[in-house]
């Protein structure tokens, strides 16, 4: 059985539909893990219920002009023509909506018939929405960037509401010189869609999409690391693509941002802080190594031989040169948020706090709303505030703001003189 499929071969659609649906309602009002269904989509609930709710809609994150000038620059318009070439049939047919999105799930290009179009647009299926998880929960574009991995989302297997009556295919996107992703196409109509050809087509799609810009761009052998909103780090080479382990992670994230180099004992700091344990980083090390390969990985100091590109390291430099709406848009997430090295945790820390300052200082209303749109900024009051303070007629700011002042209040202790 393929995971990947939503339906095996004489399944009921209707019947899958009340099934699956049955699951919904238990799992998202007892919260009990679904069970005798994929574990993509069970694991991708749990995955989407810590950040937004079952009836959500997802936000508009760009609009206008900024979205058009966004979406000029970026790697996939370039292969627009081919997406338009391959799937274009399916969206003039009236019964698909062929959609583009970043690797942050912003769609860029929303394609297909008008009507299909304007009943995506009720759900705010549109150019500059967010449909990654943590914004529209589980669905095909969203879903295949967070295990990057072509699949389909059919029908009640959508974890908001809203989105049920659709059912969608979609495959990731990776730059061919760095393995990264770029973000994916997607096909979205009907229960039609949920069928082996739809998949495999959408897939190779994106395999030629991704041959295209191999051809137009030579393989960089600069490695490169992204760490960003993500517990496991990836590491690109080439075409090879290599994800960590969490200490692995920690080791190569720590060990890029020296490049003179670590002692095992620095390193043994970095990692478990006063518990120090020297020989289980040594053996930590000598594994990386293998992952690595003697070539890229030195010892006495341990340091790197290719300084790899980091997505940490662009957010930084980006913040360095004043760029603060481009190192937003270039940051997906803390890093690796489930650390708790305490290397790792300062490094972490900085990145965040720069970011936050600079969106501070800049005093944008669309940067301050992206913060706080954000998992991680939610619950940020002093920016909420700020927030507030530049749009007074947003009740909806405003009504944060008062939540998040009482919640503070009544968590700081009482001071007596």
């Known amino acids: 059985m393929n995971p990947w499929l939503a339906l095996t071969p004489g399944d009921d659609p209707a019947e899958r539909i009340r099934q699956v649906g049955r699951a919904h309602e238990r799992f998202v009002s007892q919260n009990e893990r679904p069970h005798q269904m994929r574990s993509v989509v069970a694991d991708s609930w749990a995955r989407s219920a810590a950040f937004i709710g079952a009836d959500s809609t997802p936000p508009i994150d760009l609009c206008d002009n900024e979205l ?97 009556r659709w059912t969608c295919t979609a495959a990731p996107i990776h730059d061919p010189g760095t393995g990264l992703l770029l973000g994916a196409i997607d096909v979205t109509g009907g229960d039609h869609l949920a069928n082996p050809h739809s998949l495999a087509l959408v897939r190779a799609t ?56 670590r002692t095992g004992d620095q390193l043994a700091v970095d990692l478990y802080g006063d518990d120090v344990n020297p020989v289980t980083v040594r053996a930590e090390l000598s594994r990386l190594r293998r992952i690595l390969g003697p070539e890229l990985l030195d010892s006495r100091p341990y340091r790197l031989r290719a300084q790899p590109a980091t997505d940490f390291g662009t957010v930084t430099d980006l913040l360095g040169r004043g760029q603060t709406a481009d190192a937003l848009a270039a940051y997906p997430g803390p890093l690796l948020p489930g650390s708790d090295a305490p290397g790792i945790v300062r490094l972490r820390r900085m990145i965040d706090s720069r970011l936050r300052a600079a969106i501070l200082a800049a005093g944008d209303r669309r940067l301050l709303q992206r913060w706080l749109e954000s998992p991680w900024g939610a619950d940020d009051l002093e920016l909420w505030e700020t927030y507030a303070s530049l749009a007074p007629a947003d009740r909806a700011a405003a009504r944060r703001t008062a939540e998040l002042t009482r919640e503070y209040a009544c968590n700081v202790p009482a001071t007596y003189p």
């Open 68 to 164: 058009e000038a966004y979406r000029a620059a970026h790697p996939l318009s370039r292969v627009m023509p081919i997406f338009r070439d391959l799937l274009g049939g399916l969206a003039e047919d009236g019964d698909h909506i062929l959609a583009v999105c970043d690797a942050h799930g912003r769609l860029l290009w929303v394609e297909g018939d008008s009507g299909m179009l304007s009943g995506a647009a009720s759900m705010n299926f549109v150019p500059g929405a967010r449909w990654d998880e943590a914004h529209a929960g589980t669905n095909a574009p969203g879903t295949a960037l967070a295990v990057d991995h072509a699949l389909q989302i059919f029908a009640t297997e959508h974890f908001s509401r809203p989105v049920q």
């Open 206 to 261: 994106a395999l030629a999409a991704e041959a295209y810009l191999r051809g137009l761009t030579p393989v960089r052998d600069r490695p490169s690391v992204a760490a960003l909103g993500r517990d496991e780090a990836l590491l690109a080479s080439g075409t090879a693509r290599t994800r960590l382990g969490r200490r692995h992670s920690e080791l190569l994230v720590l060990l890029t941002t020296h490049p003179e180099g």
